[in-house]
T-cell receptor, first 112, second 109 residues
């Protein structure tokens, strides 16, 4: 099983550019989520989805959009990149919210 | 806003010793999770605790949850070098997950 696949692994953006971080899982999990990890702050939830067609905001949603058109895919869009969005981004999935979560390998994003 | 506090933030311990990492949280929840992260890597799920009094053990690690005290512990028994990593707890509240800042554990031979 591939598990949770994130692309790209590394990305450098200029301020104001937009981009999409891809996340796909092949475990038929209903719950998917995006986090950012900053030094000394642990992980913070950006957006989450409890199933196809349903998304909601997490703790730090500003500047990010998500959609969930299929069970497998949960892309994260940065609308207009800012230096404050420099971080490591993780996608995670679980069968349901209460279940064990599986994380992707992460995307290291730098905004200059 | 829910706060999740872990202590210690940094822990250096000798092989063979025992130690406990604490995770306190500020609001009612009966679901708590422990994860491990190796440097530069992703997170790996260790334990899922879904009720008051839940206790789970895997190898040299044992996790427990006291929802009345809003406290979870991760106990390490007879530490070995392979346990060196950062350990995170996360609390499930209101459809969202809140993570602690992590405990960086170094086991010294």
């Amino acid at each position: 099983n591939a598990g949770v696949t994130q692309t790209p692994k590394f990305q450098v953006l200029k301020t104001g550019q937009s981009m999409t971080l891809q996340c796909a899982q092949d475990m038929n999990h209903e719950y998917m989520s995006w986090y950012r990890q900053d030094p000394g702050m642990g992980l913070r939830l950006i957006h989450y989805s409890v199933g196809a067609g349903i998304t909601d905001q997490g703790e730090v949603p500003n500047g990010y959009n998500v959609s969930r058109s299929t069970t497998e895919d949960f892309p994260l869009r940065l609308l207009s990149a800012a230096p404050s969005q420099t971080s490591v981004y993780f996608c995670a999935s679980s069968y349901v919210r209460e279940s064990e979560a599986f994380f992707g390998q992460g995307t290291r994003l730098t905004v200059v | 806003e829910l706060k999740v506090e872990q202590n210690p933030l940094f822990l250096s311990m000798q092989e063979g010793k025992n130690y406990t990492i604490y995770c306190n949280y500020s609001t009612t929840s009966d679901r708590l999770y422990w994860y491990r992260q190796d440097p530069g890597k992703s997170l790996e799920s260790l334990f899922v605790l879904l009720s008051n009094g839940a206790v789970k053990q895997e190898g040299r690690l044992m996790a427990s949850l006291d929802t009345k005290a809003r406290l979870s512990t991760l106990h390490i028994t007879a530490a070995v070098h392979d346990l060196s990593a950062t350990y995170f707890c996360a609390v499930d509240s209101g459809n969202q997950f809140y993570f602690g800042t992590g405990t960086s554990l170094t086991v010294i031979p």
